[in-house]
Every structure is written in structure tokens, then in C-alpha cells.
């Protein structure tokens, strides 16, 4: 295997880049889609609250934070979604006490 096919393979620094925010904005949309079913459960849309879900972001957040090639814009844009995420699982959790529920 000749050595240019081996870098024609490998994404560019901007491609990789736009990926990392692709996959940035999409960590955006799914905390607010979480926040949405919780917020149904909570008013008694359904009875099982949106565990899975949770546990889908909580692993994405941990892929993302393991990056190393996050530019520091890109870092700050993923802190700011990771603190918004605690805060609404703090939220949740206090009201999942104050129901005399688990949340696990």
C-alpha cells in the first residue's frame, strides 16, 4: 500500500473540525429532547421516566469530553452544554426526592 493512499484515507484537520461540531450541536439537541421528556414525565405524559435516554447523553458527554482535538471554542461550546446538563439533572434529581422516587 503505497503511503498517499494512507493519508487520502485520513480525515482532514477541517473535516474533523466540522464533525466535532456536528457532533456538538447534535449533543445540544439531545440534552433539550431530554429535557422535553422529563418534563413530560414529570406532568404525567408517561409512566416510566426517560432513564435510557439519559444514560445514551451521559456516554455521548463521556466520549466528547475524552477528545483531545477539541479547539478551545469547541471546548467552551462543550462545557457550557455539560453544565446546562448538570444543572437540569440536579433539577431532576431534586424533584424525583421530593416525589419519594429513585433517581438512578
Same mark, same amino acid.
Not at 484515507?9 to 457532533?23: M, N
Not at 450541536?25 to 422535553?36: C, N, S, T, V
Not at 469530553?65 to 471554542?73: E, G, Q, S, V, Y
Given at each position: 500500500?503505497? +503511503?498517499?493512499?494512507?493519508?487520502? @484515507?485520513?480525515?482532514?484537520?477541517?473535516?474533523?473540525?466540522? +464533525?466535532?461540531?456536528?457532533?456538538?450541536?447534535?449533543?445540544?439537541?439531545?440534552?433539550?429532547?431530554?429535557?422535553?421528556? /422529563?418534563?413530560?414525565?414529570?406532568?404525567?405524559?408517561?409512566?416510566?421516566?426517560?432513564?435510557?435516554?439519559?444514560?445514551?447523553l451521559e +456516554?455521548?458527554?463521556?466520549?466528547?469530553?475524552?477528545?483531545? @482535538?477539541?479547539? /478551545?471554542?469547541?471546548?467552551?461550546?462543550?462545557?457550557?452544554?455539560?453544565?446546562?446538563? $448538570?444543572?437540569?439533572?440536579?433539577?431532576?434529581?431534586? $424533584? /424525583?426526592?421530593?416525589?419519594?422516587?429513585? /433517581? $438512578?
Open positions: 500500500m503505497a +503511503s498517499s493512499d494512507l493519508y487520502k @484515507k485520513l480525515p482532514s484537520r477541517r473535516e474533523s473540525e466540522l +464533525s466535532i461540531e456536528q457532533t456538538i450541536a447534535k449533543l445540544e439537541e439531545d440534552i433539550r429532547r431530554l429535557k422535553i421528556e /422529563f418534563d413530560i414525565y414529570f406532568n404525567g405524559g408517561v409512566k416510566r421516566p426517560p432513564l435510557e435516554a439519559r444514560a445514551r +456516554s455521548q458527554i463521556k466520549r466528547l469530553a475524552d477528545n483531545r @482535538k477539541l479547539t /478551545f471554542a469547541q471546548r467552551y461550546q462543550f462545557n457550557t452544554l455539560v453544565s446546562r446538563y $448538570t444543572a437540569y439533572r440536579e433539577l431532576w434529581r431534586r $424533584t /424525583f426526592r421530593s416525589r419519594g422516587e429513585d /433517581f $438512578t
